[in-house]
Nanobody, 114 residues
Framework: QGQLVESGGGLVQPGGSLRLSCATS????????MGWYRQAPGKQRELVAT??????NYADSVKGRFTISRDNAKNTVYLQMNNLKPEDTAVYYC?????????WGQGTQVTVSS
């Protein structure tokens, strides 16, 4: 609890941008696979992007629009979201995974609407 602290959600118009942040401890940041997931109303939680070592992975629906990055000095993972679409509306969750250990952030709402 409280291992991952998210920020940066909000309301944005279609075509706009937002950046999500997820801060954690150095012990988690250095060994865990960090990622972002999202859950829209009535839908299952889905992977958005992950960062493991130097390898990034993206859902097909966000490729070319979203970028996951990390700041090692701040133990923080970011999700830069550009050209947002209404279908990107969801609660976005930060995730840290190490073998069978899973940590989740509290979630941050992203709403894309005109």
């Amino acid at each position: 609890q409280g291992q991952l602290v998210e920020s940066g959600g909000g309301l944005v118009q279609p075509g706009g941008s937002l950046r999500l942040s997820c801060a954690t401890s150095a012990s988690i940041f250095s060994v865990y696979t960090m990622g972002w997931y999202r859950q829209a109303p009535g839908k299952q939680r889905e992977l958005v992007a992950t960062f493991s070592g130097l390898i990034t992975n993206y859902a097909d629906s966000v490729k070319g629009r979203f970028t996951i990055s990390r700041d090692n000095a701040k133990n923080t993972v970011y999700l830069q979201m550009n050209n947002l679409k209404p279908e990107d509306t969801a609660v976005y969750y930060c995730n840290a995974q190490y073998y069978a250990i899973d940590y989740w952030g509290q979630g941050t709402q992203v709403t894309v609407s005109s």
